[in-house]
């Protein structure tokens, strides 16, 4: 037996995409300043560069045989607690730059 009822998924799934969209950009307008202003003070490291083959790699290193291109980079995975002390101290700076953001703003009007 066949329903004669259809229920279309399109405009319910539209609804719902639409209120994710309205309540991320809620959530996050509000702390767009903070972010703004913690970001301005963390350096940003940029790498951008292309693989050398062998060949390119002898002949750099021909070329300045006087100077050691050394580079190290270490790391470790974090446990749990750790990531969780990590963001509960960037949560603490942010509450902190929010408020020298305010006192600013009380100061300057």
Known sequence: MK???????????????????????????????IQTAAAEQIPTVTIVGKRMTA???????????????TVVLTAKRLTAEEKQAMADEDQR?????????ARSAQKAG
């Open 55 to 69: 060949e390119e790699k002898l002949a750099y290193d021909m070329q300045q045989p006087d100077y050691v291109h």
């Open 93 to 101: 700076m942010q509450q902190l730059l929010a408020k020298r953001a």
């Open 3 to 33: 329903t004669s009822s259809k229920f279309q998924f399109g405009p319910v799934l539209a609804g719902i995409v639409a209120g994710a969209v309205l309540v991320t950009a809620s959530a996050f307008h509000g702390s767009a300043g």
